[in-house]
């Protein structure tokens, strides 16, 4: 299991603190440190089952600053996947990935059901 997170995100913080809760063994990954790559982000989009965009950070500095809430909808999925491996400011947090399941941000409820 590959847990990817910024580490001064508090619902990073929150999201390990419940893995190590539960006993979830994982391997640790910064996302600013080891951004993901486009082949990362396209295998584990296409596990997700979510929309592209779930994958981007919309809360963060460098999303606004590059006004990606305009350009998002005329971008092609490869465009917004080669944009998503080019920072890992970019892409939302945190991501576990598992054989089967890939989960983006941090619902504990929906964690619970899936893991």
């Known amino acids: ?16 603190k419940w893995l190590d809760e539960k006993g979830i ?6 996302i600013k440190e ?6 990362e982000l396209k295998k584990w989009y296409e596990k997700s089952g979510l929309p ?3 994958f981007f950070n919309t809360s963060g500095l460098l999303y606004k600053q590059l006004n990606l809430k305009e350009k998002l909808p005329t971008m092609t999925e490869e465009e917004q996947l080669c ?5 890992g400011m970019l ?3 945190p991501i576990l990935v598992t054989e089967n399941v890939v989960l983006v941000g941090f619902k504990p409820a929906e964690w619970e059901k899936l893991l």
């Open 1 to 16: 299991m590959l847990f990817i997170q910024y580490p001064p995100c508090s619902t990073c913080q929150k999201a390990k």
């Open 25 to 30: 063994v994982y391997t640790d990954r910064h």
């Open 34 to 39: 080891q951004n993901p790559t486009y082949e």
């Open 52 to 54: 592209l965009k779930k």
């Open 83 to 87: 944009l998503l491996a080019t920072d």
């Open 91 to 93: 892409v939302k947090r």
